[in-house]
């Protein structure tokens, strides 16, 4: 059955640092996510991404964070200058045309210290 | 703005016993509705959901949501608890014309033997 991967599992990285999380979503699918969840809170929505173009953003997506398409098959998530406050877990997804569900992959867990 | 509150952070049944996971939403309109389930070091998976047809939803491992407009509610059930059950289960709402998913907290689910 088709997956959502990520890599890295966990990334650890100093205040400061840029970092980017990686993920392929599935083969067919057409719109893809970023969520994140600081430990014990809730699952937060970062962005969406559609035909090459950010569809949607929260308020937490700021000039800090950048994502992108290179090659069709990758999807991005870029954080220039990591702060404490960016330790989470990252949660990239994507769907299909529709009110469908979104696939969700395992998360990048990022430590920053 | 869209909201879901779930009811209970932590919820424990005995195996065996009904499972009952609560789930309201605040929308103007019928939102789609959305239960995930998140087993430990796993991503969120889809245990079912409700996009404007039947209001009784049947989804995999025995859960069920049944959508009450009147109540604003989605609450999850499954009849017999099993071990396998425990994980964190969060339910999610997406408005119509969105494409971001809107999470509750999560409830923690334990089911003793």
């Known amino acids: 059955e088709p997956e959502v991967t990520q890599t890295p599992s966990h990334q650890v990285t100093q205040m400061g640092q840029e970092v980017i999380l990686r993920c392929v979503p599935i083969?067919?699918?057409?719109?893809f996510y970023w969520y994140r969840q600081i430990l014990g809170q809730k699952v937060e929505f970062l962005v969406s991404f559609y035909n090459n173009e950010i569809s949607e953003k929260s308020e937490i997506f700021d000039d800090q964070f950048s994502v992108e398409r290179p090659d069709g098959s990758n999807f991005t998530l870029k954080i220039r200058s990591t702060k404490l406050e960016d330790s989470a877990m990252y949660f990239c997804?994507?769907?299909?045309?529709?009110?469908?569900?979104?696939?969700f992959g395992p998360g990048t867990r990022l430590t920053v210290t | 703005a869209q909201s879901v509150t779930q009811l209970g952070s932590h919820v424990s049944v005995s195996e065996g016993a009904l499972v009952l996971l609560r789930c309201n939403y605040s929308s103007s309109v019928p939102p789609y509705l959305f239960w995930y389930v998140q087993y430990p070091n796993q991503g969120l998976q889809l245990l079912l959901k409700?996009?404007?047809?039947?209001?009784l939803v049947k989804g995999i491992n025995g859960f069920e949501a049944e959508f009450k407009k009147s109540e604003t509610s989605f609450h999850l059930t499954k009849p017999s608890a099993h071990m396998s059950d425990a994980a964190e289960y969060f339910c999610a709402v997406s408005p119509q014309g969105a494409q971001k998913l809107v999470f509750g907290q999560g409830t923690r689910l334990t089911i003793n033997p």
């Open positions: 997804a994507s769907r299909v045309a529709g009110p469908y569900e979104q696939y």
């Open positions: 409700y996009t404007s047809a039947a209001t």
């Open positions: 083969s067919n699918h057409l719109y």
